[in-house]
Nanobody
Framework: QVQLVESGGGLVQAGGSLRLSCAAS????????MGWFRQAPGKEREFVAT????????YYADSVKDRFTISRDNAKKIVYLQMNSLRPVDTAVYYC?????????????????WGQGTQVTVSS
């Protein structure tokens, strides 16, 4: 059974940092591109960042570029999202997802597996 378990969310002041982790089990982790998405109250789930199978290629939403960094450790089966210079608009539930596509995808549809999410709240 595939499981993706996010952790590291919490409450932080604007300008602060958080590092999210997503631990995977039940799948051959290195064969999946991994993505982070987020959903704010009353809004649709949106793309944040994605990383290729080997961790070489990354893509970011314009809203987080130069502030967030996605990375992965295939030996530990973990994908990370380092979030710096956080803003109140970054407040959302953050989800990690796994996708078997050969190249990392920005849209939600290709992703096969999803975690339950972790809450990130940024106060002003």
């Amino acid at each position: 059974q595939v499981q993706l378990v996010e952790s590291g969310g919490g409450l932080v002041q604007a300008g602060g940092s958080l590092r999210l982790s997503c631990a995977a089990s039940g799948l051959t982790f290195s064969r999946y591109c991994m993505g982070w998405f987020r959903q704010a109250p009353g809004k649709e789930r949106e793309f944040v960042a994605t990383v290729s199978r080997a961790g070489v290629t990354t893509y970011y939403a314009d809203s987080v570029k130069d502030r967030f960094t996605i990375s992965r450790d295939n030996a530990k089966k973990i994908v990370y999202l380092q979030m710096n210079s956080l803003r109140p608009v970054d407040t959302a539930v953050y989800y990690c997802a796994a996708d078997q596509s050969e190249t990392p995808q920005r849209s939600l549809n290709p992703y096969d597996y999803w975690g339950q999410g972790t809450q990130v709240t940024v106060s002003s």
